[in-house]
Every structure is written in C-alpha cells, then in structure tokens.
C-alpha cells in the first residue's frame, strides 16, 4: 500500500510539472503599455485616448482615461481590446476578413461584443501565444491602431 501511494504521488507531481507554465499579462506590463500609449497620442498632439488592456480570458486587466478623451470611447476601447483578446488578430485584420467577400460577408458582424475597425490589437508573445488584447479609441483609427502597436512593442522583450 505504502509503495502504492508513493508511485502514485510520483504520477502526479510529475504530471503537474509536465504541464508547464503558460506566459500572461501582468500588470506591470500593462502598466508600461498604457504609459506608452499616452505619451505616443501626446507627443503626436493626437486627441485624447482610452487604453483598454485584457487578459488571454477576457478579463479586464487595465483601463485609463486621458483627461478629456470622448466618452463613448470608453466602450469602444474595451470592445476593441476584448475582440482583440480573444483572437490572434487585429480587429483591423478581422473586419478585412469578413468584408473580403463584399457581395457575401462572413457573419462576423453578427456576432455581439466583437468590433471590426481599427484600433485593437492581440498581445502576442514572441513564441506565438496570445496573452491578451489591447483596445484604443479616441484618435482615428489608424492613430488608435498605431498608439495601440507602440504599447505592445514597448513590452517586446517582455514577450520573449
């Protein structure tokens, strides 16, 4: 019986340590985006932005308001950021692939919560595992997309 139950505990710790551990988020790099994104939209004297910053589930990890963004760029700074969570693209990149057939779009546009305009972006590490999702709404969309990429390319040696 003894020996049972030590072959058994052996199964086990091996099997939890086989699992491995999985990259994600953290606040500190969320931190360091946000931070990244603001100073971009400042000094290009872009209007002010919303950052919102999601983890691989979805989950909220950051949200910041400049002083004086728009209101309802709140919501489409979390829309952009949890699409972009949730998927290994862009949300640019997405609504390209639903439109891609003009005539006959995919459905995508069907489905609640997901947005298909510029400005969100997956977090990717440098393996290819996604981490999460950052959304940014107040500027254009190619200035929102582009705030967004400066956030994630100030965390790359995180991602490695």
Same mark, same amino acid.
């Given at each position: 019986?003894? /020996?049972?139950?030590?072959?058994?505990?052996?199964?086990?710790?091996?099997?939890? +340590?086989?699992?491995?551990?999985?990259?994600?988020?953290?606040?500190?790099?969320? =931190? &360091?985006?946000?931070?990244?994104?603001?100073?971009?939209?400042?000094?290009?004297?872009?209007? =002010?932005?919303? &950052?919102?910053?999601?983890?691989?589930?979805?989950?909220?990890?950051? +949200?910041? /308001? %400049?002083?004086?963004? +728009?209101?309802?760029? &709140? %919501?489409?700074?979390?829309?952009?950021?949890?699409?972009?969570?949730?998927?290994? /693209?862009?949300? /640019?990149?997405?609504?390209? +692939?639903?439109?891609? =057939?003009?005539?006959?779009?995919?459905?995508?546009?069907?489905?609640? $919560?997901?947005?298909?305009?510029?400005?969100?972006?997956?977090?990717?590490?440098?393996?290819?595992? %996604?981490? $999460?999702? &950052?959304?940014?709404?107040?500027?254009?969309?190619? %200035?929102?997309?582009?705030?967004?990429?400066?956030?994630?390319?100030?965390?790359?040696?995180?991602?490695?």
């Amino acid at each position: 019986m003894k /020996r049972f139950a030590i072959l058994i505990t052996l199964v086990l710790s091996h099997n939890a +340590f086989a699992l491995g551990s999985k990259p994600y988020l953290t606040l500190e790099m969320a =931190k &360091i985006m946000a931070d990244t994104c603001e100073a971009k939209a400042a000094s290009e004297g872009w209007r =002010k932005v919303n &950052i919102a910053i999601f983890d691989d589930g979805g989950n909220l990890k950051l +949200f910041r /308001r %400049q002083d004086g963004a +728009f209101l309802h760029s &709140i %919501q489409i700074s979390q829309l952009k950021g949890r699409t972009s969570s949730g998927m290994p /693209r862009s949300t /640019r990149a997405l609504g390209e +692939f639903n439109y891609s =057939k003009p005539e006959r779009p995919y459905g995508v546009e069907q489905v609640p $919560g997901l947005v298909m305009f510029q400005g969100g972006l997956p977090i990717m590490t440098a393996g290819g595992e %996604q981490i $999460g999702g &950052i959304g940014v709404s107040g500027a254009t969309g190619d %200035q929102d997309e582009a705030c967004a990429q400066s956030a994630i390319d100030a965390i790359a040696e995180l991602l490695k």
